[in-house]
């Protein structure tokens, strides 16, 4: 259910971004789909190849979302769970990623400076964290400040979706939702 808060703060994130020429492919905006019915109600499951995200909200039905994933080699796989949920989270980018970009993340490089939450942050406007026997994977299903991404694979490894759509998603999905990666 959204509400008046969750349409304000995805105007708000909506008008941060600049006015460029960006539009959305049609199909990677969210649109309700059927999904084979033996599949639970009440889970997400991602096909990064395909670049959506399914919330199986109903038996034989699905909200589908265009999503950007991991770049080769840096995406996630397999289950997990929401474990945790944040409006305007927090971020810094994790050591391996430092390590792989010392120039992209030189501001992270020998400090321990967390960027604050606002539609300036990479994980955009809502972040939920994928867990994995009561471990975080560090992995996020989040919004972007990029939403060229959106369809690519072009991300750390995390599941990019555009702020409004996040916002979307975010007040569907309890904590305990079971995420699938394929």
């Not at 084979?36 to 889970?43: H, I, M, R, W, Y």
């Not at 030189?106 to 990479?122: H, L, M």
């Amino acid at each position: 259910m959204n509400t008046r808060r969750a349409f304000l703060a995805a105007s708000a994130a909506t008008l941060a971004a600049p006015a460029s020429a960006f539009t959305l492919d049609p199909i990677l905006k969210p649109q309700y789909v059927a999904m084979d019915p033996t599949v639970e109600p009440g889970q997400i499951i991602v096909l990064p190849r395909a670049r959506f995200l399914y919330y199986v909200d109903g038996p034989g039905q699905a909200m589908r979302y265009g999503v950007g994933v991991g770049r080769a080699g840096l995406e996630f796989q397999g289950e997990a769970i929401i474990q945790a949920k944040k409006k305007w989270p927090t971020w810094r980018p994790t050591n391996e990623m430092i390590e792989r970009e010392p120039k992209t993340y030189a501001k992270f490089v020998d400090n321990d400076y967390v960027q604050p939450g606002g539609p300036g942050n990479p994980l955009g406007a809502r972040a939920l964290y994928l867990f994995q026997n009561g471990r975080d994977t560090f992995y996020r299903i989040h919004g972007t400040t990029a939403p060229r991404s959106i369809g690519q694979a072009a991300s750390n490894g995390c599941i990019r979706m555009l702020n409004e759509h996040v916002i979307d998603l975010y007040g569907r999905v309890p904590r305990g939702t079971k995420v699938t990666v394929l």
